[in-house]
C-alpha cells in the first residue's frame, strides 16, 4: 500500500519561508516521478513543481520559477519543497502526488499521478 505523508505547512509572513516534506511509504522512491499541486477551496487543483524519478529534471510553473525548489533525498524516501519569497497569492493546500511508473519528463497534469497524500495548509500573510 503507497502512502504519502506531507509535514511542514504553516502561517507565515509575506517574504518568509517554508519548506514542506513527503515521506513516501509503500514505493521506492527512486522508481516514481514525484510532484507538488495547490489547491485553494472551489478552484482546481494546481501543478506547482515536479521532479523526475532520476533526479535529473525539474520543472515549476512559472508563478514559482525563482522562489521554489522542489529535491528528493532517495534514502530517505522523501522530497521536498523549498519555498521562499512567499506571497499571500501562494496560500493553499499543498499536495505531493507520485506517478506510477519512472517517467523521463515532469507531467503536469494531475491525472498522471497515482498516489496523493493528504495535503498541508500554507498561508501567508500580507
Known amino acids: 500500500q503507497v502512502q504519502l505523508v506531507e509535514s511542514g505547512g504553516g502561517l507565515v509572513q509575506a517574504g518568509g519561508s517554508l519548506r514542506l516534506s513527503c515521506t513516501v511509504s509503500g514505493r521506492t522512491l527512486s522508481s516514481v516521478n514525484m510532484g507538488w499541486f495547490r489547491q485553494v477551496p472551489g478552484q482546481e487543483r494546481d501543478f506547482v513543481a515536479g521532479i523526475i524519478w532520476s533526479g535529473g529534471t525539474t520543472d515549476y510553473t512559472d508563478s514559482v520559477k525563482g522562489r521554489f525548489t522542489i529535491s528528493r533525498d532517495n534514502a530517505k524516501n522523501t522530497v521536498y519543497l523549498q519555498m521562499n519569497s512567499l506571497k499571500p497569492e501562494d496560500t493553499a493546500i499543498y499536495y505531493c502526488?507520485?506517478?506510477?511508473?519512472?517517467?523521463?519528463?515532469?507531467?503536469?497534469?494531475?491525472?498522471?499521478?497515482?498516489?496523493w497524500g493528504q495535503g498541508t495548509q500554507v498561508t501567508v500573510s500580507s
Open positions: 502526488a507520485t506517478t506510477n511508473a519512472p517517467l523521463n519528463v515532469v507531467v503536469t497534469t494531475p491525472t498522471r499521478y497515482s498516489y
